[in-house]
């Protein structure tokens, strides 16, 4: 176990109706003239949006409001969100949606009090020094930004896809209302899912040795969404599964899972140039590059694959080749995706095998080397694009 | 899942020699003028409240210091403290110790700021509204007062042991330097190990159903528990297994794994008395009195308790007859304590039995009852101290 900081002052608001509460604790957080930021018209269409405003009302907290944020957040509308919170004096931000609202909220954050480029903090380790208040009120289990220091943003000139952290950036408190996650189509519902997966699994696969207790914890968020998710895809209002989901989605990205031991998340910036490049959900892009990048890692470390494969998927020990073990962990982890409706290969996720090169090209690691549990190379990287893109049960 | 709120704001800092830095963390965290709390000679001896001095020092911060917490602390010392503090004018406490230390802390910290005796808040409900901010550098994983916003004391006066909880009480910086513990005797490290574990136990055997996350993150604690425990027993100077235990321990008790479900609590209380009237080790009583408890109330969930078998103890699942797989499980739980040197029965601990009319009557339930998994009545916990006073493998 390696020395580590761990701090999540995040308020965790859970459970029913939850946000009826969020004026006051917009008001316990110290906000006083919020920007209320949101997504689609669903927000507006469900009535969350005129519930929000009502509780804001109660609190005698004056708002503005912004909507259209998109799936993998624009800049631009960040550019918009930081002008008009210095036109209008915000001093508070209110996410209501899900995790592309939250991390466009963060950008507008640490945009509104920054002189310059607020994309200055994309990609470059630049350290926030300063960020407006940010709360939220979920509505996809998914992304774990209700509870991280991480905002992912995405460039439209090019369409780059970037991330920053900070702790300035973790939100004052958060609203977790399981059931107004239920109208979620079983597609989004299953790219949530995957997200929060390989948010666990990008911490599991470590060169850390003696992590017991996070070994565990992974572990423990990975069962849940095993038993979970399939429930949810069968029965969309089925409130327990999304709650155990919802708080499960939580806990594997707050970091409580990955304190103390090396993390790759080598998965997660692969993907990000598939979502950049053809725009598909995040979580989708996920369910084809983790198992790839799996299976072209998996002999660093064949015992902890065959952890995995045991201790995660119940499959049986073979003592005798712990290499079959490994592999057959990852067939399971594949085939549970293809079972819950996502996509396992670049056809099905609608990429093409023939931009393998610009996508290489877009992640920009030239003649480095990058990630946590194995080192890749460009060759690699194209070598799991390969991989992903012929993908198969 | 029921509904719920979480906030763990305590920043932890974890790992080795972080306890150099605590004067930049009570810096950070607003302390100009700090009363170093402290309990036996041993923080002296091994140099620890020296470097703790020494940071305060690098960082301009003045302090005045008292020691003497002794195990189960005692009210008397705490008002020693609130007079200090108040006559120096001290803004921060800072607990350098074990758990009775961070609570004799504290009862200071409500104390300071409070007109009346702050012995008021214990026991009794009432709502804590001022505090004075908290810092810990811990030296026994046990107790999860580090990252709990509870704290437990007792009247010398009938040695009465009674508590409070209030988030204003949760430490703002908690370092913990798992080499800190190494120097700890085994039947002390055992003791910690045991109370870590009754905290999981007290979570995990509740009457909300679906509720797969917080099981399967009480079970990562306690699977981690029942490896990491005879690794330092037998090797007390293992770092790693120290680390394993000190953050299991935190996240046992910050209510991370304990979240939107009933807890039960009972055999906490019921161990209180043993260690209020003997004097002993809370986790030596806990050793005694939890199976003992499990015993008694087992039949009120079957399946449960074969779920703890099976999950956390590794036994075979009976499915002809669950009962047995449930009594296999707490036969399990005491064979380990026994493994791991704490006693399983009265004349083990130091108790007797003729006292249990005495100590029923200092439990104080009269003819009410109490208790989130069964509901208990003075006959009922007459009944768990008669099996613990008995027990045997």
Redesign the interface.
């Known amino acids: ?16 109706d ?1 946000e009826m509460d969020c004026g006051k604790y917009v008001k316990k957080h110290g906000g006083s003239k919020v920007l209320i930021h949101y997504g689609s018209s669903s927000a507006v269409k469900s009535g969350l949006l005129d519930r929000v405003k009502k509780s804001l009302e109660e609190s005698n907290i004056a708002y503005v409001c912004l909507g259209g944020v998109k799936p993998n957040p624009r800049d631009t509308l960040i550019y918009e969100g930081i002008e008009l919170c210095r036109k209008e004096n915000v001093d508070f931000i209110l996410s209501v949606g899900g995790g592309s609202c939250i991390d466009s909220s963060k950008g507008i954050a640490l945009g509104v009090p920054y002189d310059g480029d607020f994309w200055d903090f994309y990609g470059t380790g630049k350290v926030v020094e300063k960020a407006l208040p940010i709360g939220t009120v979920l509505t996809i289990a998914a992304a774990g930004s209700e509870g991280s220091p991480g905002s992912v943003v995405t460039k439209e000139e090019g369409m780059l896809k970037r991330d920053v952290g900070s702790d300035l950036l973790r939100p004052k408190f958060s609203i977790l209302n ?1 059931a107004l996650t239920q109208t979620l189509p079983a597609y989004q519902t299953a790219c949530g899912a995957t997200d929060i997966m390989a948010h666990v699994f990008e911490r599991y696969f470590t060169n850390s ?6 070994d ?2 992974c ?3 990975l ?2 969404m095993i ?2 998710t399939p429930r949810v895809i069968a029965d969309p209002d089925n409130y ?2 999304r ?2 989901i919802m ?2 989605g939580t ?1 594997a990205h707050n970091d ?1 899972v990955g ?2 031991r090396s993390q790759d998340w080598n998965s997660h910036g692969i993907e990000h140039e598939l979502s950049g490049l053809y725009d598909c959900a995040h979580g989708a892009g996920l369910a084809v590059i983790m198992p790839a990048w799996m299976e072209f890692v998996y002999k660093h470390n064949v015992m902890r694959f065959a952890q995995m494969a045991v201790r995660i998927w119940g499959c049986e020990m073979n003592f005798e080749n712990p290499e079959d073990t490994a592999l057959k962990g990852i067939r399971c982890f594949r085939t549970f995706l293809r079972n819950i409706g996502m996509p396992i290969n670049f056809k099905e996720l609608g990429a093409k095998e023939e931009d393998i090169p610009t996508l290489v090209e877009k992640f920009g690691l030239g003649d480095g080397k990058t990630g946590g549990f194995v080192s890749l190379s460009s060759d690699d990287v194209a070598e799991i694009y390969r991989i992903a893109a012929k993908a198969s049960l």
């Open positions: 176990m390696e020395n580590f900081n761990f701090y999540s002052p995040t308020e965790f608001v859970f459970g029913k939850t399981p040795t003696e992590v017991e207790i996070t565990r914890l572990e423990a968020v069962l849940t038993k979970e327990q599964a709650a155990n708080w499960a806990v409580i304190v103390g």
